[in-house]
C-alpha cells in the first residue's frame, strides 16, 4: 500500500487525556509527509471532553497549516442503541469529519442485536461520515447486517491502529470487519487515534493487517491524494485550491 496521506483520528489537549497541542500534531503530520489531519476530540458526554462551545468555535482554526489542510471534527459519543449521539445535528453540520463511536461507561455494551442496532440507526444519521473503532471485543455487532447498512448509507470504516493495542479482540474483529468491507465494497480509512503528536500518522498496525488479507486498496481512502481529497471536498465544499 502506498503511504497514507491522511490521519483522520487524532486527540489533542483539549481532550482531557491528550497531551498535545494542534500546532504539536500538525507539526508531526507535516513531519511524516502527511497531507491532512482530522481533528477529532471527544464529544462532551465524555467526563473530560471539551464543551459544545469548542466544537461550535472550531471554524477559527485554519484550513491550511504548515501545509497540512486541517478537517475540524469531533469523535461523537453513541449515546444508546438508538443512534443518539452527544452533539446536536445543528452543530455536526457544520463539522468537516464526524466520528461517531462506542465508549463505556458513556453507552455500555449490550447485547449483540443492541450493539447492531446502535450501528444501523448510526448509518442512517446523514451528520455521521465514520464508523469509529468497531473492532472492539466489547461491543461485537452482526457484521454483515451493520456492513450492508453502512454501505447503503455511504458510510466509512475506521480501522484505528490504536485498537490493536488497546481493545480486546481487536485482532481478530478489526480482520473480520475488513473481509466484509471488502465483499460489500464499503470504503475504509486507517487511523491512529493519536493523543500523543508523535503518534499521528501512526497506522503501521491497521496498514499491517490490510495487506496480510489482501484488501484492495482502491477502498482505502486515505492511502491515496487524490482519492481523500475528493472525499473531502464532497463533504466540506471546501479545500477546493
Ligand atoms: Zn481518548
Ligand atoms: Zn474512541
Not at 7 to 36: C, P, R
Not at 143 to 166: C, G, W
Not at 197 to 217: H, K, Q, R, T, Y
Request: charged share 25%; proline share 5%.
Amino acid at each position: 500500500m502506498k503511504p497514507i496521506v491522511a490521519d483522520t483520528h487524532t486527540h489533542t489537549l483539549a481532550s482531557g487525556h491528550a497531551y498535545s497541542t494542534i500546532m504539536e500534531n500538525v507539526h508531526w503530520a507535516a513531519q511524516k509527509g502527511l497531507s491532512f489531519l482530522c481533528i477529532t476530540e471527544h464529544a462532551p458526554e465524555m467526563h473530560d471532553a471539551p464543551q459544545s462551545s469548542f466544537f461550535r468555535n472550531l471554524y477559527s482554526i485554519p484550513d491550511e497549516i504548515e501545509g497540512v489542510k486541517v478537517l475540524k471534527g469531533a469523535e461523537c459519543n453513541i449515546m444508546d442503541f438508538d443512534g443518539s449521539l452527544d452533539l446536536p445535528q445543528k452543530l455536526l453540520r457544520r463539522l468537516d469529519w464526524v466520528i461517531a463511536s462506542y465508549h463505556g461507561p458513556i453507552c455500555m455494551p449490550g447485547t449483540l442485536e443492541q450493539n447492531t442496532q446502535g450501528w444501523m440507526r448510526i448509518a442512517e444519521n446523514p451528520d455521521v461520515d465514520v464508523i469509529g473503532h468497531c473492532g472492539d471485543g466489547r461491543y461485537v455487532f452482526d457484521l454483515e447486517k451493520a456492513i450492508k447498512q453502512f454501505k447503503a448509507y455511504d458510510k466509512i470504516v475506521e480501522i484505528n491502529a490504536h485498537s490493536f493495542t488497546v481493545r480486546p479482540g481487536a485482532h481478530y474483529n478489526c480482520r473480520e470487519i475488513a473481509r466484509c468491507c471488502a465483499k460489500y465494497q464499503v470504503p475504509v480509512v486507517v487511523s491512529s487515534d493519536a493523543h500523543f503528536c508523535m503518534d499521528v500518522g501512526n497506522v503501521a498496525a491497521s496498514v499491517a493487517m490490510l495487506e496480510e488479507i489482501g484488501f484492495p486498496e482502491e477502498l482505502v481512502l486515505n492511502a491515496d491524494y487524490d482519492r481523500f481529497l475528493e472525499v473531502v471536498r464532497k463533504k466540506t465544499g471546501r479545500f477546493t485550491v
